[in-house]
């Protein structure tokens, strides 16, 4: 075997048991089996039902009678809770779990929206029913009019402009934070109304 090969081989044993590692890490969050050193355990039976306040080696042999393991879930407790359970199976299902809430999670976006002080009335309409879609959508939104050359020395015109988009989109949207001025451009945010 040449030395190219050796190292090839060692390469992926280190991989594979370094990747093994990061795949079971949330293993170490629960003593089971022979982990589990105190005296007296409260035992929980496979069907879920009370078996009473046991030694440690007791509820290991109940255990290893029905080919489960012993998991301590609630180490807090006096004395601490175990629980008879096949242990692969558990930490499948919580893995799944966990997958299934980040599926679901809704993550918020802020879509920016931008329109120059000397905007159309279509242009503008265009924008607002641009911004209700985002609103209706759950997102966020930054709205910034940008002042382009000398038209910086007219803010109010800017101001104007917004307050008439926060008449747009009232039934939408909540102002979260006033406009203001950043470098040449006048900044607001909105958020989505709650809908009870």
Request: with cysteine; glycine share 4%.
């Amino acid at each position: 075997m040449s030395v190219f090969r050796v190292r090839i081989l060692f390469c992926t044993c280190f991989l594979l048991l370094f990747w093994r590692c990061c795949a079971i890490s949330n293993i170490k969050d629960y003593q089971i089996n022979e982990e589990i050193r105190d005296k007296e355990l409260r035992v929980i039976g496979v069907d879920g039902s009370q078996l009473g306040i046991l030694s440690a080696k007791e509820a290991l042999a109940i255990a290893e009678e029905n080919d489960l393991d012993l998991v301590k879930i609630a180490p807090q407790a006096t004395p601490p809770v175990c629980r008879i359970m096949d242990f692969g199976k558990f930490l499948f299902e919580q893995q799944k779990r966990e997958k299934e809430a980040r599926k679901n999670q809704k993550v918020m976006e802020i879509k920016e929206i931008r329109m120059s002080s000397t905007i159309d009335t279509h242009d503008f309409n265009t924008k607002v029913n641009q911004a209700i879609k985002f609103l209706d959508g759950g997102d966020k939104l930054k709205v910034s009019v940008r002042f382009k050359k000398r038209t910086v020395a007219h803010p109010q015109f800017g101001e104007e402009l917004l307050k008439d988009f926060k008449e747009a989109i009232i039934e939408h949207g909540v102002v979260d934070k006033p406009f203001k001025m950043e470098g040449r451009s006048l900044v607001m945010f909105v958020s989505p109304k709650t809908t009870k």
